[in-house]
């Protein structure tokens, strides 16, 4: 039905920046949100940025003002932009895409694999 897969993760200096994307492809569905959560060590998952179908952003306290969330409808792609990176921005971090099935009108979440930022230096 709908797949995702992230690429950008990597090491970065503290102060670095880096750019998360993540592809959503399939058929026979609509995508009416798009978020990035992220995951550290022994922590529970939180959300980190949302983007809707109207285009409207939010974020996380943490990411005010540092991160940035966007997207290519054309492409089914949502992306993170990452600036001004601390030690405590490494995690795991995934991509989830609410999804409304067209057959039966169902909504659903899709997530990544998730990929790693790590920020040290």
């Known amino acids: 039905q709908v797949q995702l897969v992230e690429s950008g993760g990597g090491l970065v200096q503290p102060g670095g920046s880096l750019r998360l994307s993540c592809a959503a492809s399939?058929?026979?569905?609509?995508?009416?949100?798009m978020r990035w959560y992220r995951q550290a060590p022994g922590k529970l998952r939180e959300w980190v940025a949302g983007?809707?179908?109207?285009?409207?952003?939010n974020y996380a306290d943490s990411a005010k003002g540092r991160f940035t969330i966007s997207r290519d409808s054309a492409k089914n792609t949502v992306y993170l932009q990452m600036n001004s990176l601390k030690p405590e921005d490494t995690a795991v971090y995934y991509c989830n895409v609410g999804v409304i099935l067209t057959s039966t009108r169902n909504s659903l979440d899709a997530w990544g694999q998730g990929t790693l930022v790590t920020v040290s230096s």
């Open positions: 399939g058929s026979s569905f609509n995508i009416y949100a």
């Open positions: 983007i809707t179908s109207g285009g409207g952003t």
